[in-house]
């Protein structure tokens, strides 16, 4: 196989998703650790609240002056409070935001395929992957799940119903995804999982 055509392949590209509070950003590091090129979704929002002018102006017309901080910039922990008690109110922001990700999320992957010598795999954490229909948007889905109650114990966020129960049963995402793993043991066993996923991952490149 040729060398230069091998290394101008475009990455391989992963998402993780799963439950809130099931390890999907612990899983992300770990792909880090192990070599693929990571971009997180939280990243990315946290990124868009800080630099796109024009969303700015959109959350403020519609929650007021509440939501910036004393430089007068985006306060994430006010809008979370606004949106994680208010269901129409988090619809409407991820209705907001979701298509800005996605464009920021493809911009990252499309430069990574440009590079003279692209890694093998990129991977991002898509919490509402098949709730969104975005699955169609990558070669490999990892699910990540864990017990309800492990989860509560890694999420306050899980007190909070109305997001929760939007979610896909992890039983669904389990069967749609091409790997799953069941996160309820050691950070050295999830680290154990990636490793497995990574190498055949590489096995079909070869």
Not at 174 to 203: I, K, M, P
Request: charged share 25%; with cysteine; aromatic share 6%.
């Amino acid at each position: 196989m040729d060398t230069q055509t091998t290394a101008r392949r475009p990455p391989v590209s992963v998402a993780i998703t799963g439950s809130i509070g099931a390890g999907k950003t612990a899983a992300l590091v770990a792909f880090a650790r192990h070599g693929a090129a990571v971009v997180s979704s939280d990243a990315i929002v946290h990124s868009l609240l800080a630099t796109d002018p024009k969303l700015r102006q959109l959350l403020v017309e519609r929650w007021g002056a509440q939501i910036l901080d004393e430089a007068g910039q985006i306060d994430r922990s006010a809008i979370a409070g606004i949106v994680f008690g208010d269901r129409a109110e988090l619809e409407w922001l991820e209705s907001l935001l979701h298509p800005l990700v996605v464009q920021e999320y493809l911009s990252w992957r499309d430069g990574l395929a440009r590079l003279d010598e692209p890694p093998e795999v990129c991977v991002t954490e898509v919490p509402l992957l098949y709730e969104s229909g975005g699955e169609s948007r990558f070669d490999v889905v990892v699910a990540i799940t864990a017990p309800r109650k492990l989860r509560e114990s890694r999420s306050a966020v899980l007190g909070i119903p109305e997001r929760s129960n939007r979610l896909i049963a992890d039983e669904e995402k389990v069967r749609r995804a091409d790997f799953a793993y069941d996160n309820r043991g050691t950070e050295d066993e999830l680290d154990a999982f990636v490793v497995s996923v990574l190498e055949q991952l590489h096995a079909r490149l070869t």
